[in-house]
């Protein structure tokens, strides 16, 4: 028998009740190394199949749907509803998580022009981890498709942007 717990995450129209994997907590040592680089990659076991389908239902649309990827994507909720995911989200923000609506396709294609430092929220930064931004590559990054980087340290900026 799996040892779990219950959750209230993920919908923004209302709570999910679902049953959480300990497996997929993070560690002590993963939180403290969240807390002083910022960040926490998470590995999904989808087939690889999953992850070129959504990237061809990226690579087909004629528009960016903005906020409405989930929408119009509707298998990026598998991502986030992954046992992995869930885990890691539950470690750093808690049982009652709730995933907001803001998310977004970015797509630079290589040779494109460049993408000027970008950040998601205000510089009202604290030191309660309350908010994540999740990052989901579907096909592997290359050099040619340019830089995607974090900053260690800079999620307590609290500075002008």
């Known amino acids: 028998m799996v040892n779990t717990i219950t959750n209230t995450p993920i919908a923004d129209n209302g709570v999910v009740t679902q049953t959480i994997d300990k497996r997929y907590l993070l560690s002590d040592v993963d939180v403290a190394k969240f807390i002083t680089y910022g960040y926490h990659m998470v590995e999904l076991d ?5 992850h070129e389908q959504i990237a061809q ?3 087909g649309l004629q528009s960016n749907p903005g906020d409405a990827i989930t929408e119009t994507i509707p298998e990026l909720w598998q991502v986030l509803e992954h046992p992995a995911v869930v885990g890691a989200l539950t470690s750093l ?60 340290g800079t999620q307590f900026r609290n500075a002008p942007t």
């Open 46 to 50: 989808l087939p690889a199949s999953f």
């Open 57 to 59: 239902q990226l690579d």
């Open 93 to 152: 923000l808690g049982h009652n998580y709730r995933i907001n609506s803001h998310r977004h396709w970015h797509c630079k294609e290589p040779d494109s022009p460049y993408m000027h430092w970008h950040q998601d929220s205000t510089n009202n930064r604290n030191t309660q981890i309350d908010r994540f931004l999740g990052l989901y590559y579907p096909r592997t990054i290359t050099p040619e498709m340019g830089p995607t980087i974090i900053v260690p």
